[in-house]
Nanobody, 120 residues
Framework: QVQLIESGGGLVQAGGSLRLSCAAS????????MGWFRQAPGKEREFVAA????????YVGDSVKGRFTISRDSAKNTVYLQMNRLEPGDTAVYYC?????????????WGQGTQVTVSS
């Protein structure tokens, strides 16, 4: 059974930082693209960032460009989202997603989500 377990969410003041982790189990995702989405109350799910299976190609959403960085540790089957200079608008549930291809595409697996709350 494939599981994506997110951790690292919490409450932080504006301007602060958090690092989210997503640990995959049940399948080796070291060769597959993985990413992050987020969903704020009353809004649609939004793409945040993604990284290719080899870790070379990275995509970052416009709203977080320059503040968020995605990385992966294939040996640990884990992907990270480093979030700096957080803003109240970043408040959302953050979801980890995994594909079954080396390049980023439609996710096949989703985590349960972790809450990030940024206070002003």
């Amino acid at each position: 059974q494939v599981q994506l377990i997110e951790s690292g969410g919490g409450l932080v003041q504006a301007g602060g930082s958090l690092r989210l982790s997503c640990a995959a189990s049940g399948r080796t995702f070291s060769r597959y693209a993985m990413g992050w989405f987020r969903q704020a109350p009353g809004k649609e799910r939004e793409f945040v960032a993604a990284v290719s299976g080899d870790g070379v190609t990275r995509y970052v959403g416009d709203s977080v460009k320059g503040r968020f960085t995605i990385s992966r540790d294939s040996a640990k089957n884990t992907v990270y989202l480093q979030m700096n200079r957080l803003e109240p608008g970043d408040t959302a549930v953050y979801y980890c997603a995994a594909t079954t291809t080396a390049v980023w595409g439609r996710p096949a697996y989703w985590g349960q989500g972790t809450q990030v709350t940024v206070s002003s």
